[in-house]
């Protein structure tokens, strides 16, 4: 079966550079979901967007952005990178069917790396 | 505020040996509950949830939990654990018509031949 698709799958960058991580959910899934898990942390939530609007916002910095597009992809934009921000980012999709249940597909992950 | 707590950090079986990981959440009204796995630099699996109804439910791997409403408890069992059952579990806890998923830190289980 098809999964959430994550791209690219490692990323470094140096301090104040920016960064756009990718994420195709599965198909026919419209709603997609961001995590950030920093080194031996748990997953935090960034921020979700149902049919391409932003449905809720956990604790993510002002210096990151995000959309999702017609096709349902989204991207996760972060500029001004600081050290700190170096983690594996999750996205995870869903069905709206299965929004209210909170049931999200994860995928593999991009691991960020600020040097 | 929601949150969930997973009370051991590492955890160590002998191959074979049941496992029990222990979940406490606190929510106000009734959760979504969810176990995942996570190996090494990889992504989160969903092993099993729990949204209603049967409060016992089986999982992916011959993994099973346990709902317990009076002790706010969601505990992960397996019978005989096997050495590639090796990785971190995180409990997790849903909340109705918001979006995110609030995780515990996580066990890390290791597995001895």
Known sequence: AAGVIQSPRHLIKEKRETATLKCYPIPRHDTVYWYQQGPGQDPQFLISFYEKMQSDKGSIPDRFSAQQFSDYHSELNMSSLELGDSALYFCASTHAGDRVNNEQFFGPGTRLTVL | ?113
């Open chain 2, 1 to 113: 505020a929601q949150s969930v707590t997973q009370p051991d950090i590492h955890i160590t079986v002998s191959e074979g040996a049941s496992l029990e990981l222990r979940c406490n959440y606190s929510y106000g009204a009734t959760p979504y509950l969810f176990w995942y796995v996570q190996s090494p630099g990889q992504g989160l699996q969903l092993l099993l949830k729990y949204f209603s109804g049967d409060t016992l439910v089986q999982g992916i791997k011959g993994f099973e939990a346990e709902f317990k409403r009076s002790q706010s408890s969601f505990n992960l069992r397996k019978p005989s654990v096997h050495w590639s059952d090796a990785a971190e579990y995180f409990c997790a806890v849903g909340q109705y018509n918001t979006d995110k998923l609030i995780f515990g830190t996580g066990t890390r289980l290791q597995v001895f031949p």
